[in-house]
């Protein structure tokens, strides 16, 4: 079974709807993160949480915002799709310590039309 | 203004050779650094990591080579395999500040010729 799942896996909509995507890990991790990866870009952060009580901006958090359900469980939101949303979008976790290695989930593909 | 840069978007190398994929930072707060391999349709999968008070790590196959002078890391694999063939990405994280997630370069695809 996987650790960090995604759900929907790929989702089309229109523009001016609100989508949430989903996320789920069972690694017991406190950190989890929201990415978006852009054909020929790297990944690029999107909102953080440092455990259920603690929400951080990332790089490029506008248009979306995030809930920590749980603390296996982190949600996105877009509340208005727009076009230029359609992109790769990864959750990822991490146990809070020394490491600094980010474990991901198989992504959702988003499209906006 | 792009921090991390991996300047080759893609590399073909032929089976049983080096591969060398390379990274470029441009801030020095970043303090550890980290290779992604990628296949399509997956998730990122950790490969190897380096922290900035060393100079090289290896794991098997895979070797990172960190220069802080130059801020320019490498990711050497030897032999290359089919199984190889992926995109890979260099990330990095900066210190202090209270910030965290990674800072992601373009991504290398890696083409192993059989």
């Known amino acids: 079974d996987a650790d960090v799942t995604q759900t929907p896996r790929n989702r089309i909509t229109k523009t001016g709807k609100r989508i949430m995507l989903e996320c789920s890990q069972t690694?017991?991790?406190?950190?989890m993160y929201w990415y978006r990866q852009d054909p020929g870009l790297g990944l690029r952060l999107i909102y953080y949480?440092?455990?259920?009580?603690?929400?951080n901006k990332g790089e490029i958090s506008d248009g979306y915002s995030v809930s920590r359900q749980a603390q296996a469980k982190f949600s996105l939101s877009l509340e208005s799709a727009i076009p230029n949303q359609t992109a790769l979008y990864f959750c990822?976790?991490?146990?809070?310590?020394?490491?600094?290695?980010?474990?991901f989930g198989p992504g959702t593909r988003l499209t906006v039309l | 203004d792009q921090q991390v840069k991996q300047n080759s978007p893609s590399l073909s190398v032929q089976e049983g050779r080096i591969s060398i994929l390379n990274c470029d930072y441009t801030?020095?707060?970043?303090?550890?650094f980290l290779w992604y391999k990628k296949y399509p349709a997956e998730g990122p999968t950790f490969l190897i990591s380096?922290?900035?008070?060393?100079d090289k790590n290896e794991d098997g196959r895979f070797t990172v080579f960190l220069n802080k002078s130059a801020k320019h890391l490498s990711l050497h694999i030897v032999p290359s395999q089919p199984g190889d063939s992926a995109v890979y990405f260099c990330?990095?994280?900066?210190?202090?500040?209270?910030?965290?997630?990674?800072?992601f370069g373009k991504g290398t695809h890696l083409i192993i010729q059989p």
């Open positions: 990822a976790t991490r146990p809070s310590g020394s490491t600094d290695t980010q474990y």
């Open positions: 690694k017991g991790h406190d950190r």
């Open positions: 949480s440092f455990d259920v009580k603690d929400i």
């Open positions: 801030n020095s707060m970043f303090d550890y």
């Open positions: 380096i922290s900035s008070i060393k």
């Open positions: 990330a990095a994280r900066r210190s202090g500040g209270g910030a965290d997630g990674l800072t």
